[in-house]
DNA sequence: TTGACAGGTGACTAAATGGTCACCTATGGT
DNA sequence: ACCATAGGTGACCATTTAGTCACCTGTCAA
């Protein structure tokens, strides 16, 4: 049964933090290498302290990255468990085999070709 | 390398597609039946027929949908490539053993429980 | 203990987004 | 031919959201 209830769900906060070019980039960076401090991530990023801060805090909401304190340093963590929800969502057994495949075969394609 | 560009990316309008409960809420009557029509869809909803077809414009640009017309119908489709593309973007090798074992764990764990 | 540094809060403005409506086109049945 | 039905467009308004700034708190080192 699928329903379809008002109000903020847990869900909703996550697909919200995803929806933003920069906070994909601040997970990108996550991604790439761990343990980041604000000043940190703030360099890589042309907008004021408080904007990536403001982006982080929604991050931190929505569990996509998680935080440790360190003296007077926060340092972050990418959290990949929302993300694998949103994979199990839409995306079945049988579908996962086709969708797996499909992109297999499109990288080898693009290796050969370069493009 | 990592880098962060402007503009309208083709990951923006899948993102930003999935932002909205509405939309998500369509996408999950798809992935429990394909091939429905705007009619169809349109009923499990509160909200007029144009806001549906508002939504199902922004599923479809983002590649998140596909549609096939029949007739005076227009067949609606799942197409979940764009969602596995995003678990790829954060979830590696490593990070997806985890994670699928710690999903795995928890339902095991709730299925005894029943919450 | 004093100054520099890392992080944090609330208010404010400009831009983007969700939803509705009046109006239009095309297909199918009788 | 006719009318009901399925789908489509552009304009409009209310709400949400991204980004900045003035100002505040806590920590480290000399």
Not at 10 to 37: C, E, H, I, S
């Amino acid at each position: 049964m699928v329903t379809y209830g008002g109000g903020v769900t847990d869900d909703d906060l996550v697909f919200k933090a995803l929806a933003d070019p920069t906070r994909r980039f601040l997970l990108d960076l996550l991604f790439q290498r761990d343990g980041r401090t604000l000043k940190d991530l703030e360099s890589g990023l042309e907008m004021t302290r408080f904007g990536v801060m403001k982006h982080l805090k929604i991050l931190e909401d929505a569990g996509l990255v998680v935080t440790r304190r360190s003296g007077r340093e926060k340092l972050h963590f990418l959290n990949p468990v929302p993300i694998r929800i949103i994979h199990d969502r839409w995306i079945d057994k049988y579908r996962e085999r086709e969708v797996s495949a499909l992109l297999a075969l499109k990288a080898e394609l693009e290796e050969k070709d370069g493009s």
